[in-house]
C-alpha cells in the first residue's frame, strides 16, 4: 500500500476544513430535514478525510469503506431533494433506507457476486445521478443561480472516487492501486472546493 | 550562548510540549466560554504564562519521580533524566521553580484562579505521581482530575466563580483521560509491565480496558456537547462538535466490537484531535 505523504495529508486536511466549513455555516439556511442529511454526509467526509490522515491508505483496506463511502452520495442526494424536489422526499428516503439496509446485508451476507454488486451499482447510480443533474438542470433552468451547477460538478468528482474505490476493493482497478491513492486527495480536495462554492451560490 | 541552546534542547523534551499545549488550550477555551470576544490582552498573556508554566512545571516534576521508571521502558529510556543527559537534582529544581512561578502568577492574577492551579499541580504530582500511580489503576481518575483542573481553571478567571458549566467541562475532560490514556498503555502494556507499573489492561485485561474506552468516550462526548449547549454554542459549531463526537463514539465502538492494534492507535490518535477541535469550538 502506497505511503501516504505529507501533501496528501494537507490535501485531506483541507478537505476536512471545507466539509467542517460546510457543517458550521454552509449549510445554515436549508431545512431542517436537509441540515440533517447534510451533516450527517460532509460528518462522513470530514471524519474519512482525518482518519485517513491519522492511519494512512491502510484504512482503505477496511470491509467498511464501501458501506461508509455509500452514506455521502446518499446523504448529500437526500438534502438535494428535500431542499428542491420535496415532493420526492419520502419515497426517496424509503428508498435511501432501503438501499443503504440491502448494502449493509449483502455485504456482511455475501449471497454471490452480482447480489453484493448490484445494489452497490444501484444505490451509487442514482445518488449519484441526483447530485451530479439536479444542481446542473435546475442551474440551466434558471431555478438556480449558475454557480449551483458547481454542486454537479462535485457530484461528478464523487462519482470517480466513488468507482475508482469500488474497483480497487474488487481487485480489479482500472488504473494501478498507487495511481488510484495519488488521485484519491486531490479528488477529495476538488470535490469538496466544488460543494463549497457550489451551495454558497445555491 | 551555545551553553543555553543545549541546555533548552535538553529542558524541551522534559515538559512533553503536545500535552502542555493541549493543557493550555484546554484552559484558555474555559476562560473564553465566559469571556468571548477577548478585550483583555493582559489577562489572556498572563493565563497563558501561568498555565503554561504550571503545567510544565508539574510534568517535569513527575518526569524527575518517575526518572526510575522510564529507564526500564524503550518509549521513555532516552529521556534527558533516565539517559542521564541531565542532573536529577537540576532537573527537581527547574521543577519547582517553574511551578512556583506559574502558580504565583495564578495567585496573583485572581485567588480562586490560583488556587484550582494549585490543586492541580498538587493533585497530578503528589496524588497521582508519588502517592498513586506504582500502586492502582485507578490513579488515572485522579490524572483525569488534574487534566481537567486548566478547563475549570479558565472558567473561574472568566467568570469569577465555580459554575456547573465549569464542572461539566471538567467532568468531559476527566472521562476523555481514559480514552487517551487507556489506549496509549494498550499499545505500550509490555513498556508498563516492564516498569512494574498497573494498568487497566495489565491488571483487568483488554476487553474490560476497551469497554471502559467506550464508556468514558461515550459519557466525554455527552457532557462536553451539554457543556457547549449551556455555553451557548452556535447551532453550526453544535453540528460539527456532534459529528466529531460520532466519530470518537465510532472508532470506540469499533475498538470493542473490532479490536486492533490500528483501531486502538486510531482512536489514541484521534482522541486528542477531538478534544483539540472540541475546545477550539468552544472558543467561539
Redesign the interface.
Known amino acids: 500500500m502506497k505511503k501516504i505523504s505529507v501533501i496528501d495529508r494537507i490535501l485531506f486536511l483541507i478537505t476536512g476544513l471545507l466539509a467542517s466549513y460546510q457543517i458550521v455555516d454552509g449549510i445554515a439556511d436549508a431545512g431542517t430535514f436537509a441540515i440533517t442529511t447534510y451533516t450527517i454526509g460532509f460528518g462522513v467526509l470530514l471524519v474519512a478525510s482525518l482518519l485517513i490522515i491519522i492511519l494512512g491508505f491502510d484504512i482503505l483496506d477496511s470491509p467498511l469503506v464501501v458501506t461508509v463511502s455509500t452514506i455521502i452520495p446518499l446523504s448529500l442526494s437526500l438534502g438535494l431533494v428535500s431542499e428542491y424536489l420535496p415532493k420526492w422526499q419520502t419515497p426517496y428516503l424509503i428508498f435511501a433506507i432501503l438501499g443503504f439496509l440491502t448494502i449493509v446485508i449483502t455485504r456482511y451476507k455475501s449471497t454471490g457476486k452480482l447480489a453484493t454488486i448490484l445494489p452497490v451499482a444501484t444505490v451509487h447510480g442514482v445518488a449519484g445521478m441526483i447530485i451530479f443533474l439536479l444542481p446542473i438542470i435546475f442551474s440551466l433552468q434558471g431555478k438556480t443561480p449558475g454557480g449551483f451547477a458547481l454542486v454537479g460538478i462535485g457530484g461528478a468528482l464523487i462519482g470517480i472516487g466513488g468507482l475508482l474505490l469500488t474497483f480497487l476493493k474488487s481487485g480489479k482497478p482500472i488504473l494501478p492501486k498507487e495511481t488510484i491513492l495519488t488521485l484519491l486527495p486531490i479528488l477529495f480536495v476538488l470535490m469538496a472546493t466544488a460543494f463549497v462554492f457550489g451551495f454558497a451560490a445555491g | 550562548m551555545d551553553k543555553l541552546k543545549t541546555k533548552l534542547r535538553l529542558y524541551l523534551p522534559l515538559i512533553k510540549s503536545l500535552q502542555t499545549i493541549l493543557l493550555l488550550v484546554t484552559g484558555l477555551a474555559g476562560y473564553m466560554t465566559a469571556r468571548c470576544p477577548v478585550t483583555t490582552a493582559g489577562t489572556m498573556i498572563g493565563l497563558t504564562l501561568s498555565l503554561f508554566l504550571s503545567v510544565s512545571g508539574s510534568t517535569i516534576l513527575n518526569m524527575w519521580y518517575d526518572r526510575d521508571i522510564d529507564a526500564k521502558m524503550p518509549r521513555t529510556q532516552k529521556r534527558p533524566l533516565p539517559s542521564g543527559k541531565m542532573d536529577a537534582t537540576e532537573a527537581l529544581r527547574l521543577g519547582l521553580v517553574i511551578s512556583i512561578l506559574g502558580v504565583g502568577i495564578a495567585v496573583a492574577m485572581d485567588a480562586l484562579y490560583g488556587l484550582i492551579i494549585f490543586g492541580g499541580l498538587f493533585i497530578d504530582v503528589v496524588i497521582y505521581t508519588i502517592w498513586l500511580k506504582r500502586k492502582t489503576a485507578w490513579s488515572i481518575v485522579w490524572g483525569g482530575i488534574s487534566g481537567g483542573m486548566p478547563i475549570l481553571a479558565g472558567r473561574a478567571l472568566g467568570t469569577g466563580t465555580v459554575d456547573w458549566i465549569g464542572i461539566a467541562l471538567t467532568l468531559a475532560v476527566l472521562f476523555w483521560i481514559p480514552t487517551h490514556i487507556l489506549t496509549f498503555s494498550i499499545r505500550y502494556r509490555k513498556d508498563y509491565k516492564l516498569a512494574g507499573v498497573p494498568t487497566f489492561p495489565s491488571t483487568y485485561g483488554e476487553t474490560f480496558t476497551r469497554n471502559t474506552i467506550a464508556i468514558s468516550s461515550i459519557l466525554a462526548a455527552v457532557i462536553i456537547g451539554i457543556a457547549a449547549y449551556g455555553v451557548g454554542t ?4 453544535l ?2 462538535m ?3 463526537s ?2 470518537l463514539l ?1 472508532l470506540a465502538i469499533a475498538s470493542v466490537v473490532k479490536p486492533s492494534e ?1 483501531v486502538n ?2 482512536l489514541f ?2 482522541a486528542s ?1 477531538y478534544m483539540l477541535s472540541a475546545m477550539i469550538l468552544l472558543m467561539f
Open positions: 452556535e447551532w453550526g459549531f453540528r460539527l456532534a459529528v466529531l460520532a466519530g465510532s490500528t492507535f486510531g490518535k484521534y484531535l
